[in-house]
Every structure is written in structure tokens, then in C-alpha cells.
């Protein structure tokens, strides 16, 4: 999916913006810098975490066995406290077992603000969700570490999933799912300017647990849920399918294209077919979505995610009609006669045309 570096300087030499001469001097020199490269191996840093992790995780079990906090205030205190250091800390160590220990006494910290808050103000388990989903929001900004704020992000994620199923109102969990949607979109089709360089290192794990929760929350609505109605599915898939005809929206004007033309008008036409076929499970629809917003963002991970998604959903699907086998059969068959027709189409479309050539 990513250019290599060597395909990405010739590719600057070919479109003018870097010289022959600048391009070999940068091949060169990239030999030198790897030689020079202080960084330590992945296992070294692996067996950093693990110790960074176990020490956490020991500290922790001496608090609770020596009782200190007898009183969910002087835990609430304390793990603002620590969680404070440990976000200051980390913006200021480069070291790798500094690092996973400043992100272990993170989660550490984060873990004693919600048993203090729960034990000192006896929350619901709404309430104590919402305030993990503030804290974790604060976290993600404060947190100058990368898996710090994947790990604060999912989090925040997973609460508002939970609130949203717990309170078991159905508008208010299709709500949440299309807020999701949205807000993948948002973060990854934002343009890098905005925001700086804290905006530039919060919005990759960010995105990529949004899209994670888009696509687990799509998941739980399969399970049977008493206070579920099927024909909300119908609502859901026309909202996620309004949400990728704007993405091809965007991504038709980021290559300067129109809806109008054949290719908008292909995208658009496909994309309402997948919905209507597809309308019990909203996530075929959500899971084409995200792998066309990381093959234009040229996400490994969001492209592995959505393949994974777009697989159990179109199973699920499958197996989950009220068909009998050779009516099933029959389905696969003309699916597959449709996508080897597009394929037909899409290889005629793009071959060079052969008219006026020498014999």
C-alpha cells in the first residue's frame, strides 16, 4: 500500500521537484543514517514493555494488598496524580523501557480514578462509563504516545458503545454507529494542516479506533437483542450508505472528478445496490466504506480491518438468509457472475485503446 522510498524519490525526479544529482546524494546517505540509527531492535524494546508492564502491574498489586486506599478518595487523588506524571513524563523520555513505564503508570493511574470515583460516589454504570469516556478523551490529548492513545481512544470508543446498547433504545444506537462513521471519515479525510503537529500524531490512532469501533458496533447489532427492531436495520444501512456516497464524494473530488461522470456515477450506483441487497447487515455496507478510505489513504491497518469485517459480515450474511441451499447456491452464483462482469468492465475500461496503432 505505501510507496517504498525509492519509488517516492523517482517519483519526485519525474515530476520535477527533486534533482538527479539531490536523489543520488539522498540514496547515500540513507546507508550512513541506518548505521548511525540509535534505536534499539524490536525485541529489545519488546522485553522493555514487558518489563515496564510487569512492574505496573506488581506495583499495582501491592496497593490493593497493603490496602492503601481505604477510602475511594485517596485513589481518586492519587490517580490523577499519577496519571498527570506519567503524561508529563512521557513527553519528556525517549528511552524504551521509560516510555512503557510512563504508559503503564497511565493506565495504572487511569484505572484507580474510576475505582476511587466509583467507590467514593457510587456511580451507575452509565455514569462511570461517561466519565472514562471524558477522562479518556482528555488522555488522548495529554498522552503524547502513540498506543497511549490508541489504548485512551478505544476505550472512549467501547464506552459510548456500551452506553448506547445498555440504555437498549434503538435510535440511540444508530445514532452512536452513524456518529462513529462519521467521525472516522472526518478524522481521516481532515486535511494534515489542520491542527498542527499534535493534530498530525493524534489522528492515526484516533482514526484507527474509530474505524475499530465502527466496525465492532456494526457487529454487535447481529446478536439477538430483545429490544431490537429488524426494520431499524433499514435506517442504518441508509445512513452508513449516505455516509460512503459522500466519501466517493470526496474522493472523486480529491482526483478531480464529478458525479456525473461515469466513474461517480458507477461508485454511486454499486454503492446503493450493496445497501439494498445487503440491508440485514448494515456492515457490508460500513465494512466497503472503511477499505475504500484506506485504499485512498493508503492505510495498511484500515485495509486490513475492513477486509477482515467485510469477510465475517458477508458470511454472516450467507448464512444468516432464510434460503434453502440451492437458492444460497444460486446467490453465490450471480454474485460472483457480477463482480467477474465488473472486472470485464473495469479491465476494458482502463486498457489503452487499440485504434490508429501500426500494424
Given at each position: 500500500?505505501?510507496?517504498?522510498?525509492?519509488?517516492?524519490?523517482?517519483?519526485?525526479?519525474?515530476?520535477?521537484?527533486?534533482?538527479?544529482?539531490?536523489?543520488?546524494?539522498?540514496?547515500?546517505?540513507?546507508?550512513?543514517?541506518?548505521?548511525?540509527?540509535?534505536?534499539?531492535p524490536?525485541?529489545?524494546?519488546?522485553?522493555?514493555?514487558?518489563?515496564?508492564?510487569?512492574?505496573?502491574?506488581?506495583?499495582?498489586?501491592?496497593?490493593?494488598?497493603?490496602?492503601?486506599?481505604?477510602?475511594?478518595?485517596?485513589?481518586l487523588?492519587?490517580?490523577?496524580?499519577?496519571?498527570a506524571?506519567?503524561?508529563v513524563?512521557?513527553?519528556?523520555?525517549?528511552?524504551?523501557?521509560?516510555?512503557?513505564?510512563?504508559?503503564?503508570?497511565?493506565?495504572?493511574?487511569?484505572?484507580?480514578?474510576?475505582?476511587?470515583?466509583?467507590?467514593?460516589?457510587?456511580?451507575?454504570?452509565?455514569?462511570?462509563?461517561?466519565l472514562?469516556?471524558?477522562?479518556?478523551?482528555?488522555?488522548?490529548?495529554?498522552?503524547?504516545?502513540?498506543?497511549?492513545?490508541?489504548?485512551?481512544?478505544?476505550?472512549?470508543?467501547?464506552?459510548?458503545?456500551?452506553?448506547?446498547?445498555?440504555?437498549?433504545?434503538e435510535?440511540?444506537?444508530?445514532?452512536v454507529?452513524l456518529?462513529?462513521?462519521?467521525?472516522?471519515?472526518?478524522?481521516?479525510?481532515?486535511?494534515?494542516?489542520?491542527?498542527?503537529?499534535?493534530?498530525?500524531?493524534?489522528?492515526?490512532?484516533?482514526?484507527?479506533?474509530?474505524?475499530?469501533?465502527?466496525?465492532?458496533?456494526?457487529?454487535?447489532?447481529?446478536?439477538?437483542?430483545?429490544w431490537?427492531?429488524?426494520?431499524?436495520?433499514?435506517?442504518?444501512?441508509?445512513?452508513?450508505?449516505?455516509?460512503?456516497?459522500?466519501?466517493?464524494?470526496?474522493?472523486?473530488?480529491?482526483?478531480?472528478?464529478?458525479?456525473?461522470?461515469?466513474?461517480?456515477?458507477?461508485?454511486?450506483?454499486?454503492?446503493?445496490?450493496?445497501?439494498?441487497?445487503?440491508?440485514?447487515?448494515?456492515?457490508?455496507?460500513?465494512?466497503?466504506?472503511?477499505?475504500?478510505?484506506?485504499?485512498?489513504?493508503?492505510?495498511?491497518?484500515?485495509?486490513?480491518?475492513?477486509?477482515?469485517?467485510?469477510?465475517g459480515f458477508?458470511?454472516?450474511?450467507?448464512?444468516?438468509?432464510?434460503l434453502t441451499?440451492?437458492?444460497?447456491?444460486?446467490?453465490?452464483?450471480?454474485?460472483?457472475?457480477?463482480?467477474?462482469?465488473?472486472r470485464?468492465?473495469?479491465?476494458?475500461?482502463?486498457?489503452?485503446?487499440?485504434?490508429?496503432?501500426?500494424?
Amino acid at each position: 500500500m505505501r510507496p517504498r522510498l525509492r519509488e517516492l524519490v523517482q517519483r519526485m525526479v519525474d515530476e520535477g521537484a527533486l534533482s538527479s544529482d539531490d536523489a543520488a546524494a539522498l540514496q547515500r546517505s540513507l546507508p550512513k543514517a541506518a548505521a548511525t540509527d540509535g534505536s534499539a531492535p524490536w525485541y529489545v524494546r519488546l522485553l522493555s514493555a514487558f518489563g515496564a508492564w510487569l512492574a505496573a502491574a506488581l506495583l499495582a498489586g501491592f496497593f490493593v494488598a497493603a490496602e492503601l486506599f481505604k477510602h475511594g478518595g485517596g485513589a481518586l487523588a492519587f490517580g490523577l496524580l499519577l496519571l498527570a506524571a506519567a503524561c508529563v513524563v512521557r513527553s519528556r523520555v525517549r528511552n524504551d523501557f521509560a516510555v512503557q513505564a510512563a504508559l503503564a503508570a497511565a493506565v495504572a493511574g487511569e484505572a484507580l480514578v474510576l475505582v476511587g470515583a466509583d467507590d467514593a460516589w457510587h456511580l451507575r454504570d452509565q455514569k462511570l462509563a461517561l466519565l472514562a469516556l471524558a477522562l479518556n478523551a482528555a488522555v488522548v490529548v495529554a498522552l503524547a504516545d502513540p498506543v497511549g492513545r490508541f489504548l485512551a481512544s478505544a476505550f472512549a470508543v467501547g464506552c459510548a458503545l456500551f452506553v448506547a446498547y445498555d440504555e437498549r433504545w434503538e435510535g440511540l444506537v444508530i445514532l452512536v454507529l452513524l456518529l462513529l462513521g462519521a467521525g472516522t471519515l472526518a478524522v481521516w479525510l481532515a486535511p494534515p494542516s489542520w491542527g498542527g503537529a499534535r493534530w498530525r500524531a493524534i489522528r492515526p490512532p484516533l482514526g484507527v479506533a474509530l474505524a475499530a469501533g465502527f466496525l465492532g458496533g456494526l457487529a454487535l447489532i447481529l446478536a439477538d437483542h430483545p429490544w431490537r427492531d429488524r426494520s431499524g436495520d433499514v435506517l442504518l444501512t441508509a445512513g452508513i450508505t449516505a455516509l460512503a456516497a459522500c466519501l466517493v464524494a470526496w474522493i472523486l473530488r480529491a482526483h478531480r472528478g464529478s458525479l456525473r461522470s461515469e466513474a461517480g456515477i458507477v461508485a454511486l450506483v454499486g454503492i446503493v445496490l450493496l445497501g439494498a441487497v445487503g440491508w440485514r447487515t448494515p456492515g457490508i455496507v460500513g465494512a466497503t466504506a472503511v477499505l475504500a478510505l484506506g485504499y485512498h489513504r493508503r492505510e495498511v491497518v484500515l485495509f486490513g480491518l475492513a477486509i477482515a469485517a467485510f469477510v465475517g459480515f458477508a458470511g454472516w450474511y450467507y448464512y444468516s438468509l432464510e434460503l434453502t441451499l440451492l437458492e444460497k447456491s444460486g446467490v453465490l452464483a450471480l454474485s460472483g457472475a457480477v463482480a467477474l462482469g465488473a472486472r470485464e468492465y473495469l479491465r476494458r475500461r482502463h486498457q489503452p485503446s487499440q485504434q490508429g496503432a501500426p500494424a
